[in-house]
């Protein structure tokens, strides 16, 4: 199969299979807001937040590296997927050690708030145990048995969900539900790489185990940086405002965060590629790191802008007025949509040609500004003032990624065909902004006709990319997931 249709076929395989998963989990995940309310979402939502700051350097930033690795060299697969599973139980019970000790340190967590950590906690490190097996999948660009596996996660977690809001299950019941899922999902990996790729074993190399944890290094600074400026926020709200605020502002979180994972995957996707390219041709490398930033902001900036300018009906007609002041805060943070969409080609771009330690050093830069512009907004604009400062720092780092691409040319930036997606997300905006009182479900497609309009007169799509995208097809038709 050639790299053009293998590539194709894990971008159609995310876009396809995610969204059928993510609407079953999000309308699931829209009841649970219901059920709970302000007031115990704010709980449930602190003690998910305060997993998921963990949740990046869960690995250490190994899978990352794996992946780079392999992708260059499979033939390296068994030694690296064995010697990582290894290394992944002794990740697990560090960090569980971790979570708990700074748990009881911080000391202001309510008793549910602080035995909901423990349980996600726990789901977590079960997780994280499929972290050696997706590695191999990307690695080896079969990234829709990734993509199967998991829609599989995200439809278990949902009927499980959908089984404790049946049952009147509580706050303790959800946080555990990633347990169950976690360990279906681990030994689902486990038997299909045994049969597709390599055997598992447990790997005893401690000189490799060495190398991967001194390689890996600069990954989980990089990604520790990453997680915190996108999620420290909850925290700093939850100290500052209490539960309420962070029950209104983690509404909006749990709309903004399917669309970004939805971005993410698909740029995943390509880092394999682009480790590739970048070792075999650097030409090739920026071809594929500038289309790739084409595509994903035809993707994350029209999404921007329909969501912002539809906040109120969205919130109204997912939550109920419950949620009303949840409004301002999907309104500012649906802008963070459009920027990472490029900030996150651009990471991975960086990531693929080696530039892990500058990127760690540019995200924990941006932590540092993102706890200190909380620190200044929450106390004045609440929730409003956390998703100001999430947006406000998105902006900073991409302008800081531009800066750097315009010394150093390692992906350049497409200005032409963004300034055609601009035009085209106005467009569409104004057109939605026109129509609003026909109701969203009739707006929302109606906005995105418009827009692929526009970008098919614009010639988006250029002749070199319909010819590429004709090579990838075949004669077989699209891509099979």
């Known amino acids: 199969m050639s790299t053009a249709r293998r590539t194709l076929r ?3 395989s995310l876009l ?15 009841w649970l807001v219901r059920y709970l309310g302000k007031s115990s979402l704010g709980m449930l939502a602190t003690a998910l937040n305060f997993v998921a700051l963990f949740g990046y350097i869960s690995d250490f930033g190994t899978q990352h590296f794996v992946i780079r690795e392999v992708s260059r060299d499979r033939s390296s697969a068994g030694a690296y997927l064995s010697n990582f599973l290894s290394l992944q139980i002794l990740f697990g019970a560090f960090l569980f050690g971790l979570i708990v000790l700074i748990v009881n340190s911080l000391g202001y967590y309510r008793p549910v708030v602080r035995y909901a950590i423990y349980l996600a906690g726990a789901g977590l490190v079960v997780n994280a145990m499929s972290a050696p097996f997706k590695a191999v999948f990307y690695a080896h660009e079969a990234i829709h ?6 829609v599989v996660l995200a439809l278990t977690g949902a009927i499980l969900t959908a089984g404790g809001i049946m049952m009147g299950g509580g706050i303790l019941f ?6 169950v899922s976690g360990l279906g999902i681990v030994g689902a990996s486990y038997v299909v790489c045994k049969k597709r790729f390599v055997l598992p074993r447990w790997g005893k190399d401690v000189r490799l185990w060495w190398r991967m944890l001194r390689m890996s290094l600069p990954y989980a600074l990089l990604l520790g940086g990453t997680i915190i400026y996108r999620r420290i926020d909850v925290q700093m709200l939850y100290a500052m405002k209490g539960k309420i605020a962070v029950g209104y ?5 749990r709309l903004i965060d399917p669309l970004t994972m939805q971005v993410q995957a698909v740029v995943a996707a390509m880092l394999p590629v682009l480790s590739r390219k970048f070792v075999v041709s650097k030409r090739d490398f920026r071809f594929t790191a500038e289309k790739t930033l084409k595509y994903v902001a035809a993707l994350g900036i029209p999404m921007a802008v329909g969501t912002s300018l539809l906040s109120e009906k969205i919130v109204l007609v997912l939550y109920g007025v419950e949620f009303g002041r949840s409004v301002g805060a999907l309104q500012i943070l649906a802008w963070s949509l459009a920027i990472s969409s490029l900030t996150l080609v651009l990471t991975y771009s960086f990531v693929a040609s080696g530039r892990v330690l500058m990127m760690a050093g540019f995200n924990a830069l941006a932590a540092l500004a993102n706890v200190l512009a909380n620190l200044v907004l929450i106390p004045r604009y609440s929730f409003r003032g956390a998703a100001l400062a999430t947006v406000a720092c998105e902006v900073a780092l991409l302008a800081t990624f531009m800066l750097y691409i315009r010394r150093s040319g390692v992906a350049p930036f497409p200005w032409r065909d963004i300034g055609k997606v601009v035009l085209a997300a106005w467009i569409m905006g104004v057109s939605v902004l026109l129509i609003r009182g026909a109701g969203i479900f009739i707006v929302v497609p109606a906005g995105a006709v418009i827009y692929c309009a ?11 990319e319909r010819d590429l995208l004709k090579l990838a097809l075949g004669s077989g038709g699209p891509p099979i997931i």
């Open 10 to 12: 894990n971008i159609f």
């Open 16 to 30: 396809v299979s995610r969204p059928l998963s993510k609407v079953v989990a999000f309308f699931v995940s829209v």
């Open 145 to 150: 048995i990734s993509a199967v596996l998991t």
């Open 174 to 179: 959800f946080a555990s539900i990633s347990i």
């Open 249 to 253: 502002y983690s509404a909006v979180v």
């Open 454 to 464: 526009i970008l098919l007169l614009l010639r988006f799509v250029a002749k070199e």
